[in-house]
């Protein structure tokens, strides 16, 4: 029984989705997600040379909400000193289905990045614009789709290029003296981590009616390299910083888990589900050392797509957060034992993130 919801005209465009965004939603830069992926129609069977898959996606966010673990710091909004990320990306997607088992992919992102701090009172912005990283993976079905005709499973495995510009540099003003510094951009707007890394992904569905039904998603980048040398401030680091590495920027994993429920109505399909973007404290392969925010958010995310005939689809999402957490750091945890005095940095996130894009078939 084929799914009739065509949020991209079949399940591989989700995948794609899930490993092509940057996806941070605040200061815990988090460069995945699961932006679009729900119900989908049963691999295509009949098409024996394939076809084509090309996919638009703009997101864009606020992060504005300081928290250290999950309490908020409602006193920097307060005081007006709040740090203000606004991210924008356009991610552009390119799928050859080669058959109704094995696809591949390859993802593009553009991002326009600003981040707004204060310095001494004075308020100023920093900013970030260019290519992020690309990411070429492949995919298969693990199981027949003229067996399995109601639920499948896909595997993906991939390669995350460095090519975006991890040390982006812009003016910091420092508003004692009036001299601005040139230096490298927070972490949260950097194009990219310096690191190459491998993509590892599990997506499912399960049809229960061909109007109902329910997706899962588990996504995991493993980046092996430690750090990549860019410092972690404009400032002088102190010697703490240097004595528990997070005087440079670190080279994370990231991982995200998706699942959910569908309905189709008529050339709607609406659908409801919860996910966990996470930067983790620790990475599976090589080092911990270096700066990162470590955290999660666990949103909830409403989507409608609505389908022009068989060849494109329209589509909105906005997940929206309930839990916002700021763990500790490796290098937070170094200073704890270090200086005896417990440390904990903060980190902004966002309310909710607006996603929407078209896809077409070819």
């Known amino acids: 029984m084929k799914f009739t919801v065509r949020i991209i005209l079949t399940i591989t465009i989700f995948l794609l989705f899930i490993r092509s965004n940057t996806f941070a939603q605040g200061c815990v830069a988090i460069r995945s ?12 069977s009949t098409n024996a040379n394939g076809y084509w898959l090309f996919n638009s996606n703009s997101r864009y966010y606020k992060s504005f909400r300081h928290f250290v673990g999950k309490q908020e710091q409602f006193q920097r909004i307060t005081l007006h000193n709040n740090v203000i990320n606004k991210v924008y990306t356009q991610d552009l997607t390119l799928t050859r289905v ?61 390669i995350k290029f460095a090519t ?30 310096g690191g190459t890394g491998i993509t590892a992904e599990i997506n499912a569905y399960y049809n229960v009616t061909h ?7 588990v996504y995991y980048l493993a980046s092996p390299k430690d750090v990549n040398g860019v410092p972690r401030s404009v400032n002088p680091a102190s010697a703490t910083a240097i004595a528990t590495t997070g005087d440079v920027l670190s080279v994370p994993d990231q991982f995200l888990i998706r699942f959910g429920a569908s309905l189709v109505v008529n050339k709607f399909d609406f659908s409801l589900g919860v996910r966990d973007d996470c930067l983790p404290v620790k990475d599976l392969v090589g ?32 997940p929206i957060a309930i839990i916002r957490d700021r763990t500790q750091s490796v290098p937070d945890i170094r200073a704890t034992q270090l200086t ?13 993130v607006v996603n929407v894009g078209i896809t077409f078939k070819f």
């Open 98 to 158: 080669l058959n109704n088992r094995w696809s591949l992919s390859v993802v593009l992102p553009v991002a326009d990045n600003s981040r707004s701090q204060v310095n001494s009172g004075t308020r100023f912005s920093t900013h970030s614009f260019g290519i992020g990283d690309i990411h070429l993976a492949g995919y298969v079905w693990l199981f027949n789709p003229a067996k399995a005709k109601n639920w499948n499973v896909q595997a993906g495995l991939g």
């Open 33 to 44: 997600t699961g932006g679009i992926c729900t119900m989908d129609e049963h691999p295509d």
């Open 211 to 217: 109007r109902f039904g329910f997706y899962g998603n």
């Open 340 to 352: 005896g005095t417990f440390t904990h940095g903060d980190a902004a996130f966002a309310d909710y």
């Open 164 to 193: 975006g510009n991890y040390n982006y540099q812009d003016y910091f003003l420092n508003a004692a003296t009036g001299v601005r510094t040139l230096g490298a951009v927070d972490q949260s707007i950097q194009l990219g981590d």
């Open 287 to 318: 080092g911990n050392d270096g700066f990162r925010r470590p955290g999660y958010i666990i949103a909830a995310e409403p989507g409608v797509t609505y389908r022009i005939g068989k060849s494109v689809s329209l589509y909105g999402y906005a």
